[in-house]
Every structure is written in structure tokens, then in C-alpha cells.
């Protein structure tokens, strides 16, 4: 809903390539991929376990669910279109949500990220310490 209320990411995801009549919308298969990407799941088979799921549809407003082989060929087909798109979407979801980025007294703006540390303390790479 937030997407769809503070960019303009459906009509431009439509403007990219278009589409039979009968077909997801492009903004469909952009939206079951950032909400899979929202629920920490990158691959496109992930998709799979939300085919039947009537609070995942319903929440995103979609009248169908992509399937993985329909969200990897679009995804594939339409990539550099949907960069772009994407990308603009993301500076125009800041700037409409009027969130406050503001630099730190060094400059620097922080920022906050979930990562997974590997433990590489018996491995034997070139490259390789401790994280």
C-alpha cells in the first residue's frame, strides 16, 4: 500500500515493455518480488510457498500470484527497464515519506543493515578472516 500511495511505480513499471491483456502487470510481478525481498527471501522459487496464500494476495492486492518460472522470465526479460524504475521509485518513496536522512557530526550517514556473519575461523581461503 505504501508503494502504491507514494510512487508512481505501477504506471511505470507499465510504460517499461508491454504486455498481453491476458498478463500479470508488470507492477504484479514487481510487488510479489519486493515483498518476497521484505521477507528475507531472494530466490525466485520462494514465491511457490505463497501460490495459495489468500493474506499474501490479499495484502498486495494482486489477483494472482506469480509463479517462480512467471516472476524469473519477466524479472529476466524486462531487468535493465525495471532498474531504472525501480531505483526512481525508491528516491521518490524517500522523498514523498518525507523520511529524515540526516548525516552524523562526521558527515557520514548511517546506515542500518541486517547482515549474516560467517563463522571462517577453520577455513583455509586466501582472503579469508575473521568477520
Known amino acids: ?3 502504491n500511495q507514494r510512487t508512481n511505480l505501477a504506471a511505470d513499471a507499465a510504460a517499461v515493455s508491454p504486455v498481453r ?3 500479470m502487470p508488470h507492477a504484479d510481478i514487481l510487488a510479489s518480488y519486493v515483498a518476497l525481498l521484505c521477507l528475507g527471501k531472494s530466490d525466485f522459487e520462494a514465491i511457490d510457498a505463497f501460490r495459495d496464500d489468500p493474506y499474501f494476495l490479499e495484502s498486495l492486492g494482486l489477483g ?5 518460472a512467471t516472476l524469473r ?3 529476466d526479460a524486462n531487468a535493465a527497464g525495471f532498474q531504472d524504475v525501480v531505483m526512481e521509485a525508491s ?5 514523498r515519506s518525507a523520511a ?3 548525516p552524523l ?3 557520514l550517514v548511517p546506515l542500518d543493515a541486517d ?4 563463522n571462517n575461523a577453520k577455513t583455509k581461503k586466501e582472503g579469508v578472516s575473521l568477520t
Open 73 to 75: 522470465q519477466r524479472l
Open 100 to 102: 529524515a536522512i540526516t
Open 91 to 95: 528516491i521518490e518513496f524517500l522523498r
Open 105 to 107: 557530526s562526521n558527515g
Open 21 to 23: 491483456r491476458d498478463a
Open 64 to 68: 494472482h500470484v506469480p509463479s517462480a
Open 1 to 3: 500500500m505504501a508503494i
Open 115 to 118: 547482515v549474516t556473519p560467517m
